[in-house]
C-alpha cells in the first residue's frame, strides 16, 4: 500500500493557514470499513440504490465519480469559503465493482492549495450491506478553481 505524505508535510508545503482547521487535521476515527482512518475527512457516506445501476446490476461507474466530485466539491467550498467549479479529475481507476446496497464513504484530502486552485483527493470505500468488512473501490484527484459571482477566477484565501 502506497503511503500518502505526512499530513504535517502537506501543510508546510502547501501554506493552507486560512483553511478550516478540521479540513487540515488528521482524521482519527474509525472508518466504517474498522481500520484506523488516518487519512482524509469523512465528507459523505451514503448507500448504493438500484436506480444507480448499470445494466450489468453493478452501481454505474458515474454514478461513483459523481458522489466523489460532490465530496471534492464540498470541501473545496469550505476552505475556499465560496463557490468553485471542478477543473478536471485525474487518475480515476476502478478498483472493484460497488454492488446495490452497498455503504459507500467517501474521504477527503486537501493536497495542495495554488492561487486560485486546490488539489482535493478522494477515496472511496464499500462496505457490502450485512458485512463489516470494507474494501476500497476507488480514488482520484480532483483539482478545483475558486470562483467570484461572475464566474472568474479568484484566489482561494483573501490575503
Known sequence: MLRRPAAAAR????????????????????????????????????????????????????????????????????????????????????LRPVKVGDEVTLYATLRKVGRTSMRIHVDAWGRPRYSDKAAKVTDADFVFVALDEEGNARPVFDT
Open 11 to 94: 501543510r508546510s508545503q502547501c501554506s493552507m493557514s486560512h483553511a478550516p482547521k478540521d479540513i487540515l487535521t488528521r482524521g482519527q476515527e474509525r472508518g466504517s470499513h474498522g481500520r484506523q482512518q488516518d487519512e482524509g475527512v469523512l465528507v459523505i457516506r451514503t448507500i448504493a440504490m438500484p436506480a444507480d445501476t448499470n445494466p450489468s446490476g453493478d452501481i454505474f461507474g458515474g454514478w461513483l465519480m459523481s458522489q466523489m466530485d460532490l465530496a471534492a466539491g464540498n470541501m473545496a467550498g469550505r476552505v475556499s469559503q465560496g463557490r468553485c467549479a471542478t477543473v478536471s479529475v485525474e487518475a480515476l481507476q476502478f
